[in-house]
């Protein structure tokens, strides 16, 4: 069964089998590893509980990843994100203030640096990734046309930072690995129609675990997951299915707008 713990650690120890080095997203900027390199970015979107569990499968297999937290309640637990951090994890702030801000690009920029601030008061942050919030009109990426997040530390932004002519990018958006065919804004589209010619498609995380068995994935990776979807408890497994199935259709109605 997919988007259990279970998977997602054979997915872990088929990509050690593949012979990938594992790097948080800083250290990928910072001091890049030769050779076969992933890179594990988990968005804690909702229950941080289960983002959690997935830190400790990582611990268990020395594997270090980064986890980006919002700055809403159902994503910022601070005791979570103290045990993660002392877990050897980087630790990133998931911003999405051009939304609550509701478009004031100068407000969002104020909102993103106090909520910046707050998190480095628990754990030193470099890096940040935006929160697509696929309802609403507004990309918080736009708060960099008007500021600059390197005049705050930040050293880098997935969406800005990666060179993904050279990265493979797969998320887990829609509850699979193809699904940029519904998602608003995680998605490299600049690279998607490469990556489908050469066959880079992956629906199932078995997809990949065989694509990695078989030596026929690519040497640099990024990797997103949202750890909510991610568990072996079967009634959080089947709400989240079901969840995620309306949400789909909800996305897919945006995007062919």
Known sequence: ????LTTYRELLVALQSAGYAFQTFEQFLTHPAEGKVVVLRHDVDLRPQNSLDVAKIEKELSVSSVYYFRAVPESWD??????IAALGHEIGYHYESLT????DVVAAYNDFCSNLERLRKIKPVKTICMH???LSKYDSKDIWKKFSYRDVGIVGEPYF???????????????CWDGYKVSVRDKIEHYQD??????????STFDMVRALNSK?????VMITTHPQRWTDDRRLWLKELLLQSLKNIVKRIRVNM
Do not use: A, N
């Open 1 to 4: 069964m997919d988007f259990t």
């Open 78 to 83: 601070e005791d979570i994100i103290k045990q």
């Open 100 to 103: 609550t801000c509701k478009g």
């Open 132 to 134: 697509g919030s696929p």
């Open 161 to 175: 930072d990666v060179d993904y002519s050279k990265v493979f990018y797969l998320t887990d958006t829609g509850r």
């Open 194 to 203: 490469e990556w489908i010619r050469k066959g880079l498609v992956f629906h």
């Open 216 to 220: 026929e994935f690519p040497e640099k």
